[in-house]
């Protein structure tokens, strides 16, 4: 499940499983990917509650802050794996 400290937008480093989706903060956008089934039963329910409280939290911020029309995204910086 999901931290209840989820802070959308606030750091580089949260990273939380929901089911098989992944939910990643960063400064500038949250990333979901993978899968969620939101079955007819109480954890179909538990992680639909789960995943509209991140979405309502995200909206909630989004709403509040004075946005840009666009935000331009860095390309990601390749490293060398220094375990290989």
Do not use: W
């Not at 937008?9 to 993978?34: A, H, P």
């Not at 954890?43 to 995943?51: C, K, N, V």
């Not at 029309?69 to 910086?77: F, K």
């Amino acid at each position: 499940m999901v931290q209840q400290t989820f802070k959308p937008y606030q750091n580089e480093s949260d990273s939380f499983q929901l089911s098989e989706m992944t939910i990643e903060n960063r400064l500038d956008m949250i990333s979901l990917y993978g899968s969620i089934d939101l079955t007819f039963d109480k954890i179909g329910l538990q992680y639909a509650q789960e995943l509209k409280r991140i979405i309502d939290q995200a909206v909630s911020v989004l709403e509040k802050s004075d946005l840009p029309d666009s935000v331009v995204l860095q390309a990601a910086e390749t490293v060398i794996n220094p375990f290989l």
